[in-house]
């Protein structure tokens, strides 16, 4: 008997013991209210990019390898990726390398390394602090860093659309860029050649200048241009000299009334020694089709044109006819 209630003491002081300790367990470890508010500050984190849960399956995969990074805070920032442990798993491998700076900063070098999906994405990003920066301030600014350079992996999933870019310190008002050339674009050329021999001799000059208005209403192009051609030929001991010039301007003035059609003219002057011209001039209105939209045309353009105008030149002298001038239409395509 004395052995039987030793038994049941001892029985009694192990089911009193687990009891207590069940009553421990259930007090001290039931949710307190600092646990449910981090469950709570945690839940918010997703409030950025809407509610994740119905994007879960297109999370990208990350292996975050960084041995000198707090990685447990850059994992709560960027908490809209799916970070896993063995790189072999991970579609963006973020190698983080760093540096200290000669004047006592430190440089972080993030590599971002694509692969399944990603494979061949590859980018580059730095991140430098300066001395004075504290550590939560180089956290900070790294975890940002880190993020602008996710941006173009998560850009090519269903998060796509939860993306939003803003610049810090911009107002919100379009600013207007004054142009001071009001959208014109000047042009000068010239060249010069001058050859001599023993007998011949020759000076060619060419000069002029382009001035080009374009936007996508109007197209407008006025350029002068001067040509002198001069040939000395030296024959029985005298010199004998021809001069020739050719100069003139070409004009044209278009306005778009579509994206692709457009109505306007082409104006020409020109006198031509060679050609007897003292004073040629041609006026055409004409209608054009551009291939591409006018709102291309600063970068390129094809076009076709027709044109049907007056054309009138005076002779420098009298021609075979007898006659000292001309009139006449011309088309052009």
């Known amino acids: ?18 009891y207590w300790l069940a009553i421990f367990i259930i007090y001290f470890l039931k949710p307190s209210p600092l646990y449910s508010q981090f469950i709570n500050t945690e839940s918010n984190k997703f409030d950025n990019v809407g509610d994740i849960s119905e994007f879960s399956q297109e999370l990208v995969s990350v292996f975050l390898d960084c041995s000198s990074c707090d990685n447990s805070y850059i994992r709560q920032q960027i908490n809209f990726v799916n970070y896993v442990r063995d790189v072999q798993l991970a579609q963006i491998h973020v190698f983080i390398t760093k540096q200290a700076t000669v004047s006592g900063g430190r440089t972080f070098t993030i590599s971002f390394i694509g692969k399944k999906d990603f494979d061949g994405i590859n980018n580059n990003l730095t ?21 602008l350079g996710l941006v173009p992996y998560i850009s ?50 060419r000069y002029g200048f382009f001035a080009d208005y374009v936007t ?66 041609r006026i055409a209105p004409a209608i054009e089709y551009s291939l591409l939209p006018y709102k291309k045309a600063l970068r390129k353009e094809y076009t076709i044109a027709y044109s049907i105008g007056y054309l009138h030149q005076k002779y420098l002298e009298e021609t075979i006819y007898n006659s000292s001038f001309a009139s006449n239409t011309k088309q052009l395509i």
């Open 156 to 205: 090519h999933t269903s998060l796509a659309e939860k993306i939003t870019i803003a610049i810090s310190g911009q107002s919100n008002e379009q600013r207007h860029i004054i142009d001071p050339w009001n959208n014109w674009i000047f042009e000068v050329y010239g060249g010069m050649n001058f050859a001599k021999e023993t007998s011949k001799s020759s000076l060619n000059l």
């Open 127 to 147: 991140y430098t602090s300066i001395k004075t920066n504290t550590e939560d301030e180089i956290r900070k600014g790294l975890s940002e860093k880190i993020l």
């Open 1 to 18: 008997m004395k052995d039987k209630g030793i038994i049941l003491a001892r029985g009694s002081f192990s089911y009193n013991m687990f």
């Open 216 to 281: 996508d209403k109007w197209r407008i192009r006025l350029r002068p241009y001067f040509n002198y051609n001069q040939e000395t030929f030296v024959k029985e001991g005298e010199d004998i000299q021809s001069v020739l010039r050719r100069d003139g301007f070409e004009g044209k003035f278009i306005r778009s009334i579509s994206d692709h059609w457009s109505v306007g003219s082409f104006t020409n002057i020109i006198s031509n020694t060679y050609e007897n011209i003292d004073l040629g001039y």
